[in-house]
């Protein structure tokens, strides 16, 4: 991807906004990696393009939840010996997805014609998606907040668990008071049924009220449904497999819900922003 240097970024006039969503959740086993492929699969069918990057570089794991197979990563992009479009895969409905990698402590160290290059290889995607989502890794390492700092939406997967509930606070705590990112996207995953999770949302939302300066809002609840892990033990999505099962149902309204999201206007609405800003924030 780096042999054309001297090319140059394209013009921003030549590129459209794309949306930028990292979907996190502050601890493992929230189900994040879930709600991010069934949400990609389900944008895809409602005619979206959609790109997935799998952006938890030391156990990526997009490619075996949907049972497909990368022969490349974004490792070969940075090392230069694929482009992007080249280690991209395709899975069910047209998603597009990019296998993470590890190794990722690389990007710390990227020399200025490998930046542009990078920001380059994400700005050349921009007339070929409509939807940029990143599945990050669990926990708040710098990794984990460099890719929620750079998207225009950040969505947080919680359920209604002490644990889920400290770590995806701690998360936006750092988020808004270190980085100064003002509004997260909440969704109750697991629920037992709605209110529970409108009643998980209330409760994060009157802390963060208290002592946070950041606006949050309900995506809404992903119920407790044996279905979801069926589709998992098959290598498949929900949304594909049970569309019309409990959770196969909330998780279409959930994509119905990111359609109705603004598109990002302006410059920092553009995919090379999206990799300028992950640099700058000391992504490493």
Partial sequence: MFRDQAAGLRGMAQQRPVKTIAITGGKGGVGKTSVSVNLGVALAKMGERVCLLDADMSMANVDVLLGLRAPFNLSHVLDGTHSLKEVMIEGPAGLKIIPGASGIRRMASLSTAENAGL??????????????????????????????????????????EPAS?????????????????????????????????????????????????IQLTYAGPVPFDPNLRAAIQQQSAVVLTKPLSPAGKALGALAREVLRWPVPSGPSGYLQFFVERLVQSGFR
């Avoid at 995607?125 to 929620?148: K, N, P, Y």
């Fill in 165 to 213: 509930i400290t770590d995806a606070y701690a998360l936006i705590k750092v988020l808004n008071r270190e980085y100064g990112v003002s509004k997260a996207r909440i969704v109750a995953n697991m629920a037992q049924s709605p209110s529970q999770g409108e009643a998980l949302f209330d409760k994060i939302a009157a802390v963060c009220e208290r002592f946070l300066d």
């Fill in 119 to 160: 920001i380059q290889a994400f700005s050349e995607l921009s007339d070929e998606i409509d939807v940029l989502l990143i599945d990050t890794a669990a926990g708040i390492s710098d990794t984990v907040l460099s890719f929620c700092r750079a998207s225009m939406e950040t969505l947080v997967v919680v359920c209604d």
